[in-house]
C-alpha cells in the first residue's frame, strides 16, 4: 500500500520521536538516559555554536554559554526592586523577589505548542544579570533520551535563583518542564520561590498601542530594539525533527540565536515594566502606558494610586475609546468612594461626549444606566431618571438600526432599561395619587375652615373644629 508524500511525512516524524536504538556494551552500565547513538551532525552542530557536550548521572546534553554586555532597552538594577511595583506583580511576593540578583529568566523552544505529554521542550535557555550584562545558558537536547540529563541541569539551575521570570511562562514553558518532570518519575519538579510573568503586564501597557503583545513586536516598539532577521516560529518543531532524522545541523543555528533573543528582550522588557509601575507619572509622558498602570493598580485594589494614575491619563490626551474605558474605571471608583460629583460629572461626559451620529458606545450605556440611578435613589427626582431611560432606549435603538450594537448586547439592555423605565412609572403614578388625596383632603379642611365655628370650639389644622379643652375645664361643666 502506498501513502501520500503528505501521510508518509507525518509517519516519519512519530519515527523520530522513538528513542535510538543502544548498543550493547560489554564494560559497565550507562547513565541513565544516555543514548549512544546521536544524530549524524551532533559534532558539527558542537563545533558551530561553539558548544560542548556535559554530563551528569543521566547522561549528557549539549551547553551553550554566553554572556552579552550590552543591556537591552536599559541598565540591569542594581539595587532592589522598588516596593511598589512588587505590590503590582506579585503582592505577596517573598522577600526574594526584591533581589534582581535571584532572578532567573526562562525561555524554552519545543516540538509543538499543544502541550500535553507528546511536547519536549528540546531547548532551555536561561538567563541571569551578572557584571552589568545578561549571562545566557542554553540546555540542547540531541536527541530525546537526552532529556533527564536537560532537566537535571536546569533543576541545579533554579535552585541557584529562586526566582523564575518568563514571558507567557505560567501558562505555556512552565507547565510544559513540570509536565516533563513528572514524565520521569525520578526527577522532583523545582518549586520557585515566586514566579513572575510579564505577558500580563505588558498586555495591560501596550496592546491598546500596539494591537499586539508579542515580544519581538514590544522589543521593537517599547526598547527601541530590533533583533534583526528571525526565524519563523512556526517552524522550530520541523527544522529539530529535521535534524533527529539525520539532517543538517546549520538549520538549528537560527533557533538558538532566537532563543537568545528572546532572553535579552524578556529581560529588557521586565526591567522596564518595574521600573514603569515604580514611576509611571514621572518616567513615561505616553497617555496610553500611563492608562495601562492605571489598570494594572484597580485590579490590585490600589484605589487612590489608580484615581490619580486614570486622571492623569485623561489629561495627556488619551485616544478616545481608552479615554471612555478611563472615565468609566474613574466613575466606578469615585462612586465606590462616594464621591458622587465626580462620578455624575463623568457619566455626564460619557453620555454627552458623543459628537455627530457616532454611535453609542457601552460605555456610554452603562453611564445611562448609572445616572439613571442616581437621580432615582440619590437625588430623590425620578422625572428625570426617566428621561435619561428614554434617552438610552432612543440610543441603544440607533445603535440597532445602524448595526453597530449586536442582537444580544441591544436585548440585554433593553429588557434592563425597560425594567426600570416600568417601575419609574409605577413610583411616579403612585407618588401622582398620593399629591391628589393630599390636595383633596387639604381642600376639605380648608372648607371646613370657613364653617361657623362651634360655641367654645376652636380650630385645628390636623383635625379641624374641636372642644376647647380650657372651657371644658372651667366651672366643671361642659358647655
Known sequence: MRLSPMAEDRFSRVAALRPTARR?????????????ELPEGSARLAELLGATARENR????????????EPVGGSPPEASVDERALRLLCPEAPAEVADPQQWLFLDTETTGVAGGTGTYAFLVGIAWWDAGGLEVEQFFMRDHSEEHSVLIALAERMAERRVLVTFNGKTFDWPLLETRYRMTRTIRPPRPRAHLD???????????RLGTARLPELERHVLGWNRGIDVDSQLIPAIYYDFLRGGLPDPLLPIFRHNQMDLRGLAGLAERIVRLLAEPASLSPDALELFGVSRICDRRGETARARELYARSMASELPPEPARLARKALARLAKKNRDFPL??????ELVGGRKGIRP??????????ELAIHFERRARDPHRARNLVRQALAELARGRHLGTISAALYLRYQRSFHKRLARLDRKMAGGSLLSCAAKAESLARAQESNKEPPQGAEFDAGIGWRRSAINETIGGETP
Open 24 to 36: 550493547s556494551s560489554g564494560s559497565g552500565a550507562e547513565p541513565r538516559g544516555a543514548s549512544p
Open 360 to 369: 453609542i458606545s457601552r460605555e456610554a450605556l452603562d453611564a445611562y444606566a
Open 198 to 208: 510579564f505577558l500580563h503586564p505588558a498586555r495591560s501597557l501596550w496592546r491598546l
Open 343 to 348: 462620578a455624575c460629572q463623568l457619566w455626564t
Open 58 to 69: 543521566y547522561g549528557e546534553h549539549l551547553a551553550l554559554r554566553r554572556w552579552f554586555a
